[in-house]
Nanobody, 115 residues
């Protein structure tokens, strides 16, 4: 069965950095579009960034220039490097794998940025 396991969340001060990882199993990872979403209290889940099987990627305007998504197909893992973190980046970050009708989610990892 499909499993996405996120790690790397935590508490960091404004301006700090974190690196999230998402290890996938049960899918042909290299074929999937992988994405990172986030949700903060009272808000809808929003797309932060995604990376396609071509290695092309896109970013939400709010994180462009600060966050970088990458993937290692040999390790079935997608990463999110987050730099220059701001309090408004505080949220639960979710990993997503998408291919056609298949749409899978991880359990989420909390990122808290203190001011």
């Amino acid at each position: 069965q499909v499993q996405l396991v996120e790690s790397g969340g935590g508490l960091v001060q404004t301006g700090g950095s974190l690196r999230l990882s998402c290890a996938a199993s049960g899918i042909n990872f290299r074929m999937y579009t992988m994405g990172w979403y986030r949700q903060s209290p009272g808000n809808q889940r929003e797309l932060v960034t995604s990376i396609f099987n071509t290695d092309n990627s896109n970013y939400a305007t709010s994180v462009k220039g600060r966050f970088t998504i990458s993937r290692d197909n040999a390790k079935n893992t997608v990463y999110l490097q987050m730099n220059s973190l701001k309090p408004e980046d505080t949220a639960i970050y979710y990993c997503n794998a998408k291919l056609g009708p298949v749409d899978c989610w991880g359990q989420g990892t909390q990122v808290t940025v203190s001011s």
